[in-house]
């Protein structure tokens, strides 16, 4: 890995907006999904996942048999990992609320779910039970009615069986084999099996990142994600043995994934160094991982702690790893990270599956001023005004000054309508 200096770095990695010749080929699928539904996704399926179905949607069989067909090990880890995010999420539920004055004037939120939302399941290279998990779970929480995944099957026309398993746990039955732009598609426009969604979330590659940005305002998104990226913070007490496992955990995600180390110390830096080194040559993954190190990987020694938490907030990255003596005295300095994991033991994997947050967090450095996905993302909010007689007596003269202030002259008319109406009733009393 490159060892650079503070000055050698400036923390910015660009946004992959894809190639002109991907965004134009993103919107032809788009455009014939549109028009062709189906059909259109039969001829997208096996022209990519090499396989021609003429259903898409899961059966109840194809949920049984995947049950023998996954360990009972991995399926107690999936349904602790599932109660571990219930726990995590449930504390995010809002309340809808209602606030009354004296004057008889009442304010007030609804929260309500949405009512159907499509999450986007990876599956390629790698398959990713937990990405169910983190994704549907949240959304069952929230209340939304009618949760549906897609997710690419097999050249056998199947689904990886922990997938399917995973979306039992997470009590999610409507799975569609179809992956892609084209799923995003579906999702979006609706075709003849596939019902159109309110909101699609889910990591996928770039024809799924560039399928998600072209159909924004359409349906919402929970972002354009970009490559995984990990950024560890450490001083001289850091295990670089640690450090090196856990830069690689995310390298061996995809060739553009980022793993930056911080230190004050050379001598972990270099240490560090060695490790990633000797790590590389026995991951299985290693073409990826070693592509991603190469490219996007980089260790920064800073002279002191204030300098890398500064380094750390320039690179707003997606996970952050802080190993140092004692991380929890200098949480505050963290401005800009999507998921902090404090001390050795937090190692980045513990949330990934296990601990409980999400996943799901941003990238590319828009944890400047995004979050990770949350209960949030699943609801919608009405503001429910209830404005008393009396209040509209004493605030409707300034409603209309700032009316009239802005050119809007209907905007004030319209309460001028009703002061005159209380001006009338007020002689009608005087004169009686």
Same mark, same amino acid.
């Given at each position: 890995?490159?060892?650079?200096?503070?000055?050698?770095?400036?923390?910015?990695?660009?946004?992959?907006?894809?190639?002109?010749?991907?965004?134009?080929?993103?919107?032809?699928?788009?455009?014939?999904?549109?028009?062709?539904?189906?059909?259109?996704? *039969?001829?997208?399926?096996?022209?990519?996942?090499?396989?021609?179905?003429?259903?898409?949607?899961?059966?109840?069989?194809?949920?049984?048999?995947?049950?023998?067909?996954?360990?009972?090990?991995?399926?107690?880890?999936?349904?602790?990992?599932?109660?571990?995010?219930?726990?995590?999420?449930?504390?995010?539920?809002?309340?809808?609320?209602?606030?009354?004055?004296?004057?008889?004037?009442?304010?007030?939120?609804?929260?309500?779910?949405?009512?159907?939302?499509?999450?986007?399941?990876?599956?390629?290279?790698? =398959?990713?039970?937990?990405?169910?998990?983190?994704?549907a779970i949240p959304a069952k929480i929230a209340g939304v009615?009618?949760?549906?995944?897609?997710?690419?099957?097999?050249?056998?026309?199947?689904?990886?069986?922990?997938?399917?398993?995973?979306?039992?746990?997470?009590?999610?039955?409507?799975?569609?084999?179809?992956?892609?732009?084209?799923?995003?598609?579906?999702?979006?426009?609706?075709?003849?099996?596939?019902?159109?969604?309110?909101?699609?979330?889910?990591?996928?590659?770039?024809?799924?990142?560039?399928?998600?940005?072209?159909?924004?305002?359409?349906?919402?998104?929970?972002?354009?994600?970009?490559?995984?990226?990990? =950024?560890?913070?450490?001083?001289?007490?850091?295990?670089?043995?640690?450090?090196?496992?856990?830069?690689?955990?995310?390298?061996?995600?995809?060739?553009?994934?980022?793993?930056?180390?911080?230190?004050?110390?050379?001598?972990?830096?270099?240490?560090?160094?060695?490790?990633?080194?000797?790590?590389? =040559?026995?991951?299985? *993954?290693?073409?990826?991982?070693?592509?991603?190190?190469?490219?996007?990987?980089?260790?920064?020694?800073?002279?002191?702690?204030?300098?890398?938490?500064?380094?750390?907030? *320039?690179?707003?990255?997606?996970?952050?790893?802080?190993?140092?003596?004692?991380?929890?005295?200098?949480?505050?300095?963290?401005?800009?990270?999507?998921?902090?994991?404090?001390?050795?033991?937090?190692?980045?994997?513990?949330?990934?599956?296990?601990?409980?947050?999400?996943?799901?967090?941003?990238?590319?450095?828009?944890?400047?001023?995004?979050?990770?996905?949350?209960?949030?993302?699943?609801?919608?909010?009405?503001?429910?005004?209830?404005?008393?007689?009396?209040?509209?007596?004493?605030?409707?003269?300034?409603?209309?000054?700032?009316?009239?202030?802005?050119?809007?002259?209907?905007?004030?008319?319209?309460?001028?309508?009703?002061?005159?109406?209380?001006?009338?009733?007020?002689?009608?009393?005087?004169?009686?």
């Amino acid at each position: 890995m490159r060892i650079l200096s503070a000055s050698q770095f400036d923390g910015k990695r660009s946004v992959d907006s894809g190639t002109k010749e991907q965004q134009e080929a993103v919107k032809a699928i788009l455009s014939d999904v549109r028009q062709r539904g189906d059909e259109a996704l *039969r001829d997208y399926t096996e022209r990519f996942d090499h396989v021609r179905l003429e259903q898409f949607r899961v059966s109840e069989e194809e949920f049984a048999a995947a049950v023998s067909q996954v360990s009972p090990e991995v399926r107690a880890a999936l349904e602790e990992a599932a109660e571990n995010i219930r726990d995590f999420h449930q504390r995010q539920v809002r309340q809808s609320w209602f606030s009354t004055k004296e004057s008889g004037t009442l304010l007030g939120q609804i929260i309500r779910p949405l009512k159907r939302a499509g999450l986007y399941v990876p599956g390629g290279t790698a =398959a990713y039970p937990s990405s169910v998990l983190m994704n549907a779970i949240p959304a069952k929480i929230a209340g939304v009615p009618e949760v549906v995944i897609t997710t690419p099957p097999g050249r056998d026309g199947k689904i990886n069986p922990a997938i399917l398993v995973a979306s039992q746990i997470a009590g999610v039955k409507e799975i569609y084999k179809v992956g892609g732009a084209q799923a995003i598609a579906a999702l979006t426009y609706g075709t003849e099996q596939i019902k159109a969604v309110d909101k699609i979330v889910g990591p996928g590659n770039i024809f799924v990142a560039l399928a998600k940005r072209e159909v924004f305002g359409l349906v919402s998104i929970d972002m354009v994600a970009g490559p995984s990226e990990i =950024a560890v913070l450490a001083d001289e007490t850091a295990n670089p043995r640690y450090i090196a496992a856990d830069l690689l955990s995310q390298a061996e995600h995809d060739p553009m994934s980022a793993a930056i180390l911080v230190t004050t110390s050379q001598a972990v830096a270099e240490s560090v160094a060695q490790e990633v080194e000797r790590q590389l =040559a026995e991951l299985p *993954r290693k073409e990826i991982a070693e592509a991603a190190i190469r490219d996007f990987g980089a260790i920064l020694v800073v002279n002191d702690l204030e300098e890398g938490f500064a380094a750390i907030n *320039r690179i707003a990255p997606e996970h952050l790893e802080i190993m140092i003596a004692e991380p929890f005295a200098h949480l505050g300095k963290v401005e800009n990270a999507g998921a902090i994991f404090l001390g050795p033991y937090s190692s980045e994997p513990v949330g990934d599956y296990f601990a409980g947050t999400n996943h799901v967090i941003p990238t590319n450095g828009t944890a400047r001023f995004s979050s990770p996905l949350s209960v949030d993302d699943f609801i919608k909010k009405s503001s429910v005004v209830s404005y008393s007689k009396k209040d509209l007596r004493e605030n409707g003269h300034k409603i209309v000054a700032l009316a009239e202030q802005e050119g809007l002259a209907a905007h004030g008319r319209a309460i001028t309508e009703r002061l005159r109406d209380f001006d009338r009733e007020e002689q009608e009393r005087d004169s009686k």
